[in-house]
């Protein structure tokens, strides 16, 4: 299939473009590279530098004709989205719908969109399903659940078909391509930051959330499993429907607990201070894939935390060393 692929240059955009080359699919990147690195969009795919909102039309008219649209492009910080609504209603709502415009008057069918756990809010009970109530405590669940309104109402009226994948916490590494923001806010690649002692220790947003150690918990999917549900859904895919999956380990870890295994998998201790809670997080997600497992046949392999941490170390070691040896 030829594939375009909003946000290539970001991390599980990467990966994804990376699993699709893999599979002999035609990728074409878009990206502004606001977030991403023009380094992570893997060889083998063509890179457009462009904005969503202002470009996919275009792209889909030079690059086309294409099958599909995998949208990944898109802000995704919980505390940034609270400072910052502008940024989060304008980059992911008002360029979300400008998409679904341009894949309409090109005639690009099938869509897989980057949704999120964050569309629930705090939820009532755990693990979450896809029929649990939808209410984000901050404005970037908030975005990414109008996104996913807007994505129904076209599949029906339009003939889109669409799935929309619901993250829990990606981390993990795949094919050379990992979490490496300009700006990072992830536990996990802040952690092995602190292992290599590139920053001075790690704060534990909030110690008094309602969870067996205080702290809160989350659910961790790695990267490569989530790079095989979005292969299962392009397949998936189905015209005049929009179908929703949650996508997790089905396990929950608390802060603490993620903090404990880092230091397990590298070796090292570093410190550990207490903070107070970030504005906007739920205290505990876990996600039920079970929809994903018996409609997709999504089957995730790599399902143990030590194994998602030891692949990110690996990938946090090395641009480490890539960093350091760089000329100056
Ligand atoms: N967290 C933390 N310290 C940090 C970064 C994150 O305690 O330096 C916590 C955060 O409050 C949340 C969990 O780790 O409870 C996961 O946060 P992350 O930003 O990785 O993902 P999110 O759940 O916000 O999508």
Redesign the pocket.
Known sequence: MRLLVTGGAGYVGSVVATRLLELGHQVVVLDDLSTGNREAVPAGAEFVHGEVGADTAGVLAAHGPFDAVLHFAAMSL?GESVTDPDKYWHGNVVAGIALLDAMCEAGVGTLVFSST??TYGEPDRVPIVETAPTAPTNPYGATKLAIDHAITSYAHARGLGAVSLRYF?VAGAYGGAGENRVVE????P??LQAALGHRPD?????TDYPTADG??V?DYIHVADLADAHVLALEAAESGTHRIYNLGSGEGFS?RE?IDTCKQVTGIDFPVRI?E??AG?PAV?IASSQRAVDELGWRPQRTDLTQVVADAWEYTRALGERAHSAPR
């Open positions: 919980v756990a964050a916490n806010t992830h536990l996990i802040l952690v790690i704060a534990i947003f909030g702290t809160a989350r802060v993620v903070a809670r970030r997080d997600l």
